[in-house]
């Protein structure tokens, strides 16, 4: 498994200037929410040398205010990853193309956040850990992924859920409460 040279967020565009001299082919840039293991969000960039032989540089950025410098002057195929990025973690990349890529305007803001609850995940009855549909007498668990709806439940924006509740209530698999 590759594991990414972590660079400070200030350092990026060094880093992947660093990288493109001894890997030149762009891969992927991609995000992830580490909510429930650290308070940021981290974005790794993948790139291969001819050989295809793979490397790869990660950061860590805050939660609120998550900005980071666009790579795409060093590869301009990075700009459609950190499009895709911006909308789906709100993270914003200097230098970077603004413009909306996959969501449209009635979609929940920074959707792949952990903290961001999905509708669509809480409306659909879940199965449990039987077969779809549920097996007779098997215990009925939560969605994976969905917070406790004590913590997420019915809040309004002037009193957003704290992050760490939201994490400590995470755990998928929990028995749902009739």
Known sequence: MLTPQQVDADQWFAGAEQLK?????FDWLGAV????????????LQA???????AAIA????????????????WPGAVWCEREA??????????GDPRPLLLRDTSPATPLRKDVVLAARTARPW???????GLAGSRRTAPAGVPDPAVWGNRHADD????????????????RRR
Do not use: Q
């Open 86 to 95: 911006a909308e789906a973690f709100g993270i914003t990349f200097t230098d």
């Open 21 to 25: 001299a001894t890997h030149p082919i």
């Open 33 to 44: 929410d580490d909510l429930g293991r650290s308070d940021g969000l981290r974005v790794v």
């Open 48 to 54: 291969m040398d001819p050989d295809g032989r793979t």
């Open 59 to 74: 950061t860590t950025l805050p939660r609120d205010g998550a900005e980071l410098a666009g790579v795409g002057d060093i």
């Open 127 to 133: 199965p449990g850990s039987g077969e779809p549909g």
């Open 160 to 175: 957003p859920a704290d992050p760490a509740e939201i994490a400590a209530s995470l755990t998928g698999g929990r028995r």
